[in-house]
């Protein structure tokens, strides 16, 4: 079935340092790719998405791509800030009847002053 | 708009007991959807909706039922608690195709 993969946490870093966040996915049809956010002790907020090949989604500062040919969708960002500091999941939607979204196991960013 | 709703936000029960967890969307989505989160394995589907009066199981949809009898809720059901499903749940909702999903707040629930 459909799978998401992203790198394994925790990552830290000093404010204002360049975040890449590394995300993979296996659909067997044209999915639609998020990234969502967790803060800590919240629920899940939509950050950005990209529903076609080539796409580019972006939101308060984080972009990501949607790259077929190497089945990507990276979370970049050129400047934290400690306020980034959260769990960050990569998901897949897939099209069709079912619409099911599927997550990767998340990454743990840690900003630090 | 209140958006996703779930209730309560806090839980402990026994082992053996029942439960029903609630949500409630008033965005109108057909589509809905219940997670459970641990830690290092991410969100995994436990059952969702298409639509009302249509329910599939998800990933890990053992010790779980739903219903969808309306638009708007979709609770779900533990049968006879077990310590296994201490988790936080996530009610989630969906107009569907490329628009993502919509997260409620939350359910921690503890099972001793």
């Known amino acids: 079935g459909d799978s998401v993969t992203q790198m394994e946490g925790p990552v830290t870093l000093s404010e204002e340092a360049f975040l890449t966040i590394n995300c993979t996915y296996t659909a067997t049809g044209y999915p639609s790719l998020f990234w969502y956010v967790q803060y800590p002790g919240e629920g899940l907020q939509l950050l950005l998405k990209a529903t076609k090949a080539d796409d580019k989604g972006s939101n308060k500062g984080f972009e990501a791509t949607y790259r077929k040919e190497t089945t990507s969708f990276h979370l970049e960002k050129g400047s934290v800030q400690v306020s980034d500091s959260a769990v960050y999941f990569c998901?897949?939607?897939?099209?069709?009847?079912?619409?099911?979204?599927?997550f990767g196991t998340g990454t743990l960013l840690a900003v630090q002053p | 708009n209140a958006g996703v709703t779930q209730t309560p936000k806090f839980q402990v029960l026994k082992t053996g007991q029942s439960m029903t967890l609630q949500c409630a969307q008033d965005m109108n989505h057909e589509y809905m959807s219940w997670y459970r989160q641990d830690p290092g394995m991410g969100l995994r589907l436990i059952h969702y909706?298409?639509?009302?009066?249509?329910?599939d199981q998800g990933e890990v949809p053992n010790g779980y039922n739903v219903s969808r009898s309306t638009t708007e809720d979709f609770p779900l059901r533990l049968l006879s608690a077990a310590p296994s499903q201490t988790s936080v749940y996530f009610c989630a909702s969906s107009t569907g195709g490329h628009y993502g999903y919509t997260f409620g707040s939350g359910t921690r629930l503890t099972v001793v």
């Open positions: 998901a897949l939607s897939e099209r069709g009847a079912t619409n099911k979204l599927i």
């Open positions: 909706s298409v639509g009302a009066g249509i329910t």
